[in-house]
């Protein structure tokens, strides 16, 4: 990653269109995911899939890619947990949609650091309902949350920013072709729209922390981290031992 984008990731949140994975890399992705929709339902697809780094192999893979390592690398230094993972993947239809929130507000974390790799499984447009970010929101610190009036909100306890902090006029969509990833800080007010469109909208999430974050407090998943190393060393390990669990 060049020093100018380490260096716009620092003044606006976020960085986004780096590229993963081409060609049949992209479609061998695209197929394995289908196989999970297939066994586990489409429901369950749109934001049940949590933490399933730890015994998927194709999402293991792709958190511990080392393009996107070397990114991570960049932004947090050498020593990387991923701290879980999370598909959100939107069907066509008017009702399914994120609120403006940030990341670590409900996440139970010291200091409240952490980033999120979003790989594009399908090609995420305004259109699909592609993630939408406010630039610079991430220098606003910590910020209020209470609950979404509209329904639909996929988010875990229907969390939403209070909305004098969003200035919707400066939103940014981060298209991406499938096989990119944008990289968004872990206190950016982000969201997105429904799907408009007739095309699936799948991508994965991936949570990422350096080892000396503590976990103090329930997080409003209610479940533990399944945190493991990626990359470097954890010698705090004030996330426990995951173990991974691949047939
Ligand atoms: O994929 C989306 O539309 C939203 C993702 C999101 O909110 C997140 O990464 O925290």
Redesign the pocket.
């Given at each position: 990653m060049s020093d100018d984008l380490v260096k716009s990731y620092q003044e606006n949140g976020y960085v986004t269109g780096i590229p993963i994975l081409k060609g049949k890399q992209v479609e061998r992705i695209r197929r394995l995911f289908n196989e999970v929709e297939k066994k586990e339902g489409r429901e369950k697809c749109m934001i049940g899939l949590r933490g399933r780094h730890v015994d998927i192999p194709f999402v293991w893979e792709l958190a511990t890619h080392p393009a996107i390592l070397d990114c991570i690398e960049a932004l947090m230094g050498p020593n990387i947990l991923v701290l879980s993972t999370?598909f959100?993947c939107?069907y066509p239809g008017p009702d399914k949609w994120?609120a403006w929130?940030q990341?670590v507000t409900y996440w139970g974390l010291e200091p409240p650091d952490a980033l999120?790799a979003?790989y594009a499984v399908d090609q995420s447009d305004a259109e699909n309902?592609c993630?939408r970010v406010i630039p610079g929101s991430h220098r606003l610190g910590i910020l209020d949350h209470g609950k979404a009036a509209q329904p639909g909100n996929?988010?875990s306890i229907n969390q939403q920013v209070r909305l004098d902090a969003v200035d919707e006029t400066r939103a940014v969509d981060l298209c991406l072709k499938a096989g990119q990833i944008s990289i968004?800080h872990g206190q950016l007010i982000?969201?997105?729209n429904p799907n408009r469109s007739d095309r699936r909208r799948c991508?994965l999430?991936i949570r990422y922390v350096a080892p000396h974050v503590k976990p103090v407090a329930e997080s409003s998943l209610k479940e533990p981290w399944p945190a493991v190393v990626a990359r470097g060393e954890d010698l705090e390990k004030n996330f426990g031992e995951t173990q991974l669990n691949f047939h």
């Open positions: 999370h959100f939107k994120v929130h990341d999120t979003w309902g993630m996929l988010l968004h982000h969201g997105s991508g999430t």
